[in-house]
């Protein structure tokens, strides 16, 4: 009798052991803090971490003007090189900046765009940012990588030919 009651407390006891988090270094780094937080969250398998403790572990270890760099580093980004480049860019700015509209993102992202894909992703009418983020990266496979393709000229590709 005593024999099978333990044998059913150590069938309840039993537990998978699941890894410890990664040490917090201190470092004031808004992806660091959400790093650890995701780590302990899943060290402790529960669906949420306490919201209040998720609060704590921001106001005391976030830089206080996290929010505010990533808005102003948001209005300097740009398109300039190819739409994946841009696309990666734009999402970690807006990872940082947690209460901005769908309306207000999404005028954002296409306001960065250079001029001929801004045009043709509000030709096809995108009014959330995913749906403007696929629409430009099709661009990008259908352009193939427009911006640094060699322009036409009346001598064919490139430049002009060199006077000797």
């Not at 039993?14 to 803090?33: D, E, L």
């Not at 841009?86 to 001029?115: H, P, Q, W």
């Not at 509000?122 to 099709?138: G, K, P, Y």
Request: aromatic fraction near 10%; charge should be positive; hydrophobic fraction near 35%.
């Amino acid at each position: 009798m005593k024999a099978m009651a333990n044998s059913e407390k150590s069938a309840r006891v039993r537990k998978v052991k699941a890894p410890q988090p990664r040490t917090y270094n201190g470092a004031r780094n808004s992806k660091v803090v959400d790093n650890f937080i995701f780590d302990v969250e899943q060290y402790f398998r529960v669906s949420e971490l306490d919201e209040a403790l998720k609060k704590i572990l921001k106001d005391h270890f976030y830089p206080k003007n996290t929010e505010f760099v990533a808005q102003k580093k948001l209005k300097e980004v740009k398109h300039t090189n190819s739409i994946r480049d841009y696309v990666r860019e734009f999402s970690a700015c807006m990872l940082e900046i947690s209460d901005m509209s769908e309306t207000v993102m999404t005028f954002e992202f296409i306001n960065g765009l250079k001029r001929w894909a801004q045009q043709e992703v509000m030709r096809q009418n995108r009014r959330t940012l995913s749906a403007a983020i696929s629409a430009a990266e099709r661009l990008l496979d259908f352009h193939g990588d427009r911006e640094s393709a060699p322009s036409k000229t009346p001598y064919g590709y490139g430049d002009a030919p060199q006077s000797e």
